[in-house]
């Protein structure tokens, strides 16, 4: 859940901005049919098995519009949900809960589809020691959104954005003439409570990452064998973080390696959403 000064600083900017997107003058299909005022309610239902997200976010969406509406819940965020279940009630303007239904489904659907596909791939390094990274590989203002499903789906943060940490990725190396200038220059500039983290693709640049005193070294898109001496090579010099097009089809054969951290961008860009309603709108 998010604390009242993110929700009001971060979040309801984002949320209001999704509203606009959808009203630009008039919602024309509800004010054809209820012209005046009438207290409604409806019902949130799940139509499959999955880990439920963005409860709040999902209310907000009724709540900026209206602040009379009321939303009853009866999971919480992090349960598991089954296909029919009724999740929660809102209750209010009519016009309101036809208005603003897309917008928060949108939020609850796509943020539960991230909870639920992240539990899955958690699930699989139960008990390896192993922690299960996201990356920035989200939707266009949607990252808070995105990345809070991650935790809710028992995964873990990568950096949130640009400022907050140092990633020197192939193309930095490439900007800074080689693996030893660009671990070099980082510890110069940033300020002495940031980790450096590089990513290299041989066991050549793991070697000079090494030598130069990475924090943690990411190796990207190796195989097995390359990523198995590289973590010899290591001896635990530095921490260790895998990636490149992890997914959960292929996340087990990544849990005998020893390694630290698991990153994959599949959490945030190819989980599908889960299909979830709200039915049974009548007056009251």
Known sequence: ????????LNVDPLILSAIREDVTSEDVSTNSVMPQMCQGSV???????????????????????????????????????????????VTGDIRVLLVGE??????LQRMSGIA??????AELLKGS??????????SPNNRIFEKYAVRTGGGNNHRYNLTDG??????HIGAAGGVREAITMAKEYAPFVRKI???VETLSMVREAVEAGADIIMLDNMTHDEMKQAVDLIDGRAEIEVSGNVTRENINQLIDLGVDYISSGALTH???????????LHRI
């Open 43 to 89: 019902d949130l239902i799940c139509k499959e098995d999955g880990i439920v997200c963005g409860l709040q976010i999902f209310a907000r969406a009724f709540e900026l519009l209206d602040e009379n509406v009321k939303t009853e819940f009866f999971v919480s965020d992090g349960d598991a949900v089954q296909n029919g279940q009724l999740m929660g009630r």
């Open 166 to 171: 140092v990633l020197l990725k192939d193309n």
């Open 197 to 199: 983290e590089i990513e």
């Open 129 to 138: 020691g192993i922690k299960l990274l996201d990356t920035r590989k989200t």
């Open 102 to 107: 897309r917008t928060g489904l949108n939020y």
């Open 1 to 8: 859940m998010f604390d009242p000064i993110t929700l009001k």
């Open 116 to 121: 639920t596909y992240t539990h899955s791939i």
């Open 270 to 280: 190819s989980a599908p959403i889960m299909d979830i309603s709200l039915k049974n």
